[in-house]
């Protein structure tokens, strides 16, 4: 008999629960089981219940009444439990805690789950619940909260317990550095961008008396004022907030590459040198309003851009500060919670269930599971006794285990991982944008232009007229509306993508992945297998045998932390009229389950395990198993009093929409591959469900060879300039995510992978990277239609110059124009309707 | 009109003080976050309890 699949909750399911009562916290359904009848109000979990008791009983109802927004996502209640006593350490207040003027600390701490208003109101009113909090100021865009307290009143750790309790987990600011000099190079980059602003604003009401001159006729000795002045801040515009585009130019001089400054710089320099020639001469005509005008409204279009990319920076930032910073040392006989920076070779250091193992270090005692996915990608567990081997960033499943420390920090397998990644990252080529490419065409076009206009003009009437003409068209010609047009569009898809809850460090990656359809070529995007297309967690697929014995099974399995275990009881638990009675269930890890019930001796485990302890099994049970080993499933074997009574096919599930979501990556032009750490046998199957070769599925892949395949990839595509990317989420994908031309990390990413990828996405599956490619290809189909604004700009600009038709006036409401209709096709490029999504098009069915 | 000679001057000194301030401003990190005060201008203070006045 076979069992259907269950399918994870669709969001039809989900809107049936909402029916269902809400969470008075946090307004997410509440599960049945968490129901309590005769309570008045109800809580989906002991997280919400904590933090509305606490809010309640500081009397800061308002809360509710201020929020704007509800949960969407049910967040980990992580740390709950959490003492926070390595915050009270001096190592701990050395590194992070400053004093201020008056003798109070000072401490800057990230916080999870800020969302809203609410948010900010109720941290700030942190000094209304504890005293000895002086003060408490949250920013809500970069989640960073600085408190000040009294060291005499109150302890950090009682502060960081009662930010846990309300639902903000806390954590070192541990990027403090990056986030130093990223704000510096920001304020530099605003008071650039405001002076520019003042400048322009005061040299087009100057330009204002000059025009009212060309209708009305004005006195010289004004008309020489407001020349001299014009010149004057026209010259300060370029000295200090253009001198950027000089310094680009020289560079792309330099390097031989053209970009966008050097046309830039063409205008404003021959702008600058005519009119200031012109002053002196007292003849013809200045453009410094149109100069300082241009230099504001680039820099405008930079720095919106750089914001984009500050803002998705700052989230992963704040994900690295959540990777954890304490653990459990023992000194003296005593167990005492330490950074993990204190930690020394030969320590002894106790790993608690669900703790992530704080450095390389030998079992001294205990026995347990290990989850080495991060690293290996290899989902089932691996059972652990004394004397074996763990590495850091594991996490420890079952059991307390003591270790003692071989290697730490950079030593550790993590660590030299982590090197890898840095060395990809160092040599990683920057792109070519299209902008620059256009620039170089620009430049030359343009002076090849110029010259002929100065030939025809001074052969006609004269040296005079032609500078004259010359000089408007070099400064028409400019590329504004492309130079404004790029970091826009950049922006708005940043943006965009960030409330869809992708994050892209920077914009140039964007276009290496919305130029692949326009080549006809294909580019190759490697997939890892464990959360990416599958979701991680085994689940019951097949049933071979008596099923009267399930709610047996269910019962046996109801202790254990194993994923198999959670995966047998979910499927089989919600068949149950009654839940049989079972005795003490003995297990051994990596073996299966030992229980007595009223059949008999019921053991539930692992099909070797049954056949070394001589267990009978039926032909046909035999064969089953055999056939689920052979399609890369897990099997696991049901006997009742020395005998095979039953067998479960376990498998990864893959997401629902993932077969869908590979479809529509291979007709926009990708090849698809997988390179897992899994089995072989389970990458294949995968592979075969998706309708993928077996050829492009590599199992049991190293992380080491995984960046090796990438390193290969390249040499292969080097001369057709394909785009290699990679996608993976755990520590064993990161060096090869620095080393691909586009690394993407997937939900649930180790630190080194969100350092290492150019792109995060904070929802799992295959679906996530669909949009990326959608949001990608929409800012570059924009930027193409902002090139061909700005062209036919530049035509009638260039045909009106070698006309003899521009004035100052007329480029002054000329250039602003083409930049207007260039940043109305930016920001309609992406806020236009969007492609239906996957999940749209099942509800229409 | 001759006054114009000293006006225009005058007001760019004016603009360039602004402009000074504006970068003290900037410098000194008070533009770090402008996404935050806006929501903080329309929290209540709540009125004073018997005991805290």
């Known amino acids: 008999m076979t069992l259907t699949e269950t399918a994870p909750p669709s969001t039809e399911t989900n809107k049936r629960l909402q029916q269902d009562i809400a969470c008075e916290h946090c307004d997410l359904p509440v599960p049945k089981h968490c129901l309590e009848e005769a309570a008045d109000f109800q809580f989906c979990c002991g997280g919400c219940r904590v933090a509305y008791e606490m809010i309640h009983g500081c009397g800061l109802e308002d809360y509710y009444r201020l929020r704007s927004q509800s949960a969407h996502d049910r967040q980990r209640a992580s740390g709950v439990e959490s003492q926070y006593t390595a915050y009270d350490t001096d190592s701990f207040r050395a590194k992070y805690a400053t004093t201020t003027l008056v003798g109070l600390d000072a401490i800057e701490l990230r916080l999870e789950g800020v969302h809203c208003a609410a948010c900010v109101w109720l941290v700030e009113k942190l000094p209304h619940i504890l005293p000895g909090v002086i003060e408490s100021k949250l920013a809500l865009a970069s989640s960073r909260v600085n408190i000040v307290w009294d060291q005499a009143t109150i302890n950090l750790s009682h502060i960081a317990a009662t930010l846990d309790k309300l639902g903000y987990a806390p954590h070192p600011a541990r990027d403090k550095q990056g986030q130093q000099s990223r704000d510096a190079a920001e304020r530099k980059r605003l008071v650039n961008l405001g002076i520019a602003g003042a400048l322009a604003g005061n040299n087009m009401l100057i330009a204002l008396a000059l025009y009212a001159g060309v209708f009305d006729g004005i006195e010289d000795r004004f008309a020489q004022l407001f020349r001299w002045l014009s010149m004057g801040i026209g010259w300060a515009s370029l000295a200090w907030p253009g001198s950027i585009f000089f310094r680009g130019a020289f560079a792309s001089l330099r390097m031989r590459a053209a970009n966008l400054d050097l046309p830039i710089s063409i205008a404003l320099g021959v702008g600058a040198l005519a009119g200031t020639a012109n002053v002196i001469l007292r003849r013809g005509d200045i453009y410094f309003d149109s100069l300082s005008v241009l230099v504001f409204l680039l820099l405008v279009g930079r720095f919106i851009q750089t914001r984009q990319q500050r803002w998705a920076e700052d989230a992963i930032g704040l994900m690295i500060c959540m990777t954890p910073a304490t653990c459990h040392v023992v000194r003296d006989s005593t167990v005492v919670e330490e950074p993990i920076e204190s930690l020394e070779l030969g320590d002894e250091v106790e790993t608690r269930p669900g703790d992530l193992f704080p450095a390389d270090g030998t079992i001294l005692s205990g026995q347990s599971t290990v989850d080495q996915s991060l690293l290996t990608g290899e989902s089932l567990p691996q059972p652990v006794h004394e004397g074996d081997k763990v590495y850091s960033g594991a996490q420890n499943l079952d059991a307390t285990l003591r270790i003692s420390v071989t290697a730490v920090g950079e030593a550790t397998r993590v660590g030299k991982l982590i090197q890898l990644v840095e060395q990809a990252l160092h040599t990683k080529p920057p792109i070519v944008q299209l902008a620059d490419r256009v620039a170089g065409w620009f430049v030359v076009i343009v002076v090849l232009l110029s010259v002929a206009n100065f030939t025809a003009w001074s052969a006609i009437s004269g040296i005079a007229p032609a500078i004259d003409t010359t000089v408007a068209m070099l400064i028409v010609a400019c590329p504004c509306a492309l130079g404004l047009a790029t970091p826009l569009t950049m922006a708005v898809a940043i943006g965009h993508a960030s409330k869809q809850g992708i994050l892209i460090k920077s914009a140039d990656v964007l276009e290496r992945l919305g130029s692949i359809r326009q080549r006809y070529e294909q580019g190759r995007l490697i997939l890892d297998k464990t959360g990416t297309l599958t979701v991680g967690k085994p689940r019951l697929v097949e049933w071979h045998g008596d099923s009267m014995v399930q709610p047996y099974v269910a019962a046996v399995e109801a202790g254990s932390r194993h994923p198999i275990a959670t995966a047998l009881r979910e499927s089989l638990q919600s068949s149950q009229d009654h839940q049989p009675l079972v005795g003490r269930c003995i297990e051994r890890h990596g073996y299966g389950v030992t229980a007595e019930c009223d059949l008999g001796t019921i053991r539930v485990g692992s099909p070797n395990w049954m056949r070394s302890t001589g267990i009978e099994s039926p032909e046909s049970l035999s064969q089953a198993i055999v056939r689920s080993e052979r399609e890369g499933l897990t099997a696991i074997g049901v006997a009742i009093n020395d005998r095979l009574v039953a067998a479960a096919s376990l498998a990864d599930h893959v997401f629902e929409d993932a077969i869908e979501s590979v479809q529509t990556l291979r007709s926009m032009g990708w090849s698809c591959e997988i390179a897992s750490g899994d089995m072989s046998g389970t990458v294949q199957s995968v592979a075969r469900h998706l309708d993928l070769q077996s050829a492009s599925a590599h199992g049991q892949v190293t992380p080491e060879e995984k960046l090796e395949l990438i390193r290969q990839a390249k040499r292969e595509t080097d001369d057709t300039n394909l785009a290699i990317v990679m996608v993976g989420d755990g520590v064993n994908d990161a060096a090869a995510l620095a080393a691909a031309d586009v690394g993407i990390a997937v939900h649930g990413g180790a630190e080194a992978a969100l350092t290492a990828a150019d792109i995060y996405t904070s929802h799992p599956g295959v679906s996530s990277i669909v949009k990326i490619m959608e949001v990608a290809q929409r800012a570059m189909s924009t930027m193409r239609r902002n090139l061909i604004i700005s062209l036919a700009y530049n035509t009638v600009a260039v045909g009106m110059a070698a006309a003899g038709l521009i004035a100052p006036l007329v480029a002054a409401i000329l250039m602003p124009i083409s930049s207007a209709a260039v940043l109305g096709s930016s920001i309609q490029g992406q806020i236009g309707r969007p492609r239906s999504t996957i999940q749209d098009r099942k509800q229409a069915d | ?53």
């Open chain 2, 1 to 53: 009109m001759s006054i114009i000679f000293i006006m225009a001057p005058a007001a760019l000194l004016i603009a360039a003080i602004a402009a000074g301030a504006f970068t003290w401003a900037a410098n000194t990190g008070q533009f770090d976050d402008v996404d935050t005060p806006p929501h903080r201008m329309l929290f209540e203070d709540r009125p004073l309890e018997e005991d805290e006045r």
